[in-house]
C-alpha cells in the first residue's frame, strides 16, 4: 500500500460527524447495563421497604372486599391496587431509564442513525463474515465472554462459600433467618458481579473506543480532499487572491496620478503622497517595494510628479502607513518639509524628476 493510502491522519471534526451519522460511536452497552444493575441491587430493597406497608393495606382490603363483594368497592381495591403498584415500580423504573440515557450520554451521546436500518449487501459477503469470525474483534469478544465468565464464577464461589460455611456453624435456625442469610447472601453476589463486570465494560469501551478511532483515521489525501471541499480548492482560492491583488494594485495605480509627491528610498521603496486640506492630513494613495515601487516611479515620471529621496521618511511610511491612511502624527513634520519642497519646485516649474533635497534626515 502506498504512503498515501496509508490511515496515518487523526479524523477531521467532518469526519467524526460522518462517522456518527453512521453509526460509528465507541460505545459499550455493558458499561449502562452493569451499572443499571448495581442500581437495582439498591433501588429493589429501597422499593419492597416502601411498598411493605401499601401492599398490607391492599391485603387488609381485599378481605373486606371478600367478605362483601360489592362491584364499586372492588373496583375502588383494584384502583388502589395499581395505582400502588405504578408507585412502588415507578422510582425503579425512572431511575434505570436514567442511568441508561446517562451511560449512553457519557459515552459519545445519543446519536440514531436511520443507516443502519438500511440492507447493504456487504453484508452479505461471507469473506466479510469469516473476517468479523475470526478477526481481532471476535478475539477480543470470545477473550471477554472466558474472563468474565471466571471472575464472575470465582465471585460466586466466594460468597456461595461464605453462606456455607456462615450457616454449618450457627446449626439449626428458624426458616427467615435462612431466608434472610440466603437473600443477603444473593445481593452481595450480584452487587459485587455488578463492580466487576463495570470495571470489565470500562476495559472494553476503551478497546471499542480505539479501535472506532482507527476506522475513522484518514489518509493524507483524503484530509487534503475534505479540505477542498470545506475550505475551497487552494488552486482556485490561490487564483481569486492574485485577481483581488491585481485589482487592488490597478485602484492603487490609478490613484498614483493623483499625488502630490513620491517619497522613494531610492530604489528600494517608494511611497505616494496626497495632500487635500479638507481632508485633513496627506494620505498614502500608493506604496510599494522593489517591483512594484519601480513601477511607481514609472508612473510618476510619465505624469510629472515629483520624485523626492528621503530614506528614513520613506522607511517610515511603507512601514508604518497602509493604503488611504493617512501620515500618523509623528511624521508630519517631515512630510511638511517635503511638501513644502515640492511646492516649492512646483512654483519655479521644476518639479518632475528626482530630487534630494537639502533637509535634515534625507540622504545627500
Request: aromatic share 2%.
Amino acid at each position: 500500500m502506498s504512503g498515501s493510502q496509508e490511515k496515518t491522519e487523526k479524523p477531521t471534526a467532518k469526519r467524526l460527524k460522518d462517522g456518527r451519522k453512521e453509526g460509528q460511536i465507541a460505545r459499550t452497552p455493558e458499561l449502562g447495563a452493569w451499572i443499571g444493575i448495581l442500581a437495582a441491587t439498591v433501588l429493589i430493597p429501597l422499593v419492597i421497604r416502601s411498598s411493605f406497608a401499601r401492599t398490607q393495606a391492599l391485603l387488609l382490603e381485599i378481605g373486606t372486599v371478600i367478605r362483601d363483594p360489592e362491584p364499586s368497592r372492588c373496583l375502588s381495591v383494584l384502583g388502589q391496587g395499581m395505582r400502588d403498584v405504578v408507585i412502588a415500580v415507578a422510582p425503579l423504573a425512572l431511575g434505570l431509564m436514567a442511568i441508561g440515557v446517562a451511560a449512553l450520554v457519557a459515552q459519545g451521546g445519543v446519536h440514531p442513525s436511520g443507516k443502519l436500518l438500511k440492507p447493504k449487501l456487504s453484508r452479505l459477503n461471507p469473506l466479510a463474515g469469516l473476517k468479523r469470525t475470526f478477526g481481532p474483534h471476535s478475539l477480543w469478544e470470545t477473550i471477554k465472554s472466558v474472563v468474565r465468565v471466571g471472575v464472575l464464577g470465582l465471585v460466586a464461589y466466594h460468597y456461595v462459600r461464605g453462606m456455607a460455611d456462615t450457616l454449618m456453624a450457627s446449626g439449626p435456625a428458624p426458616l427467615m433467618t435462612l431466608l434472610g442469610t440466603a437473600g443477603s447472601t444473593v445481593m452481595s453476589i450480584i452487587r459485587s458481579s455488578a463492580l466487576v463486570g463495570i470495571i470489565m465494560a470500562a476495559a472494553d469501551y476503551m478497546v471499542v473506543r480505539k479501535r472506532t478511532s482507527k476506522q475513522l483515521r484518514m489518509t493524507k489525501h483524503q484530509v487534503k480532499e475534505e479540505h477542498k471541499q470545506t475550505e475551497g480548492d487552494p488552486q482556485l482560492r490561490g487564483a481569486i487572491r492574485s485577481r483581488q491583488m491585481a485589482m487592488s494594485r490597478n485602484r492603487m495605480m490609478a490613484d498614483l496620478v493623483d499625488a502630490d509627491v513620491v517619497v522613494v528610498n531610492p530604489t528600494h521603496v517608494a511611497v505616494a503622497l496626497r495632500y487635500d486640506p479638507d481632508r485633513g492630513a496627506p494620505r498614502v494613495v500608493a506604496k510599494g517595494a522593489g517591483t512594484l515601487a519601480a513601477r511607481i516611479r514609472e508612473i510618476a515620471a510619465e505624469h510629472r510628479i515629483a520624485l523626492v529621496q528621503d530614506v528614513p521618511l520613506a522607511r517610515a511610511l511603507h512601514a508604518g502607513c497602509e493604503l488611504g491612511q493617512e501620515v500618523p502624527p509623528e511624521l508630519y513634520a517631515a512630510v511638511a518639509r517635503v511638501l513644502a519642497f515640492v511646492m516649492a519646485l512646483k512654483s519655479r516649474g521644476s518639479a518632475a524628476g528626482l530630487h534630494r533635497p537639502a533637509v535634515p534626515g534625507a540622504a545627500a
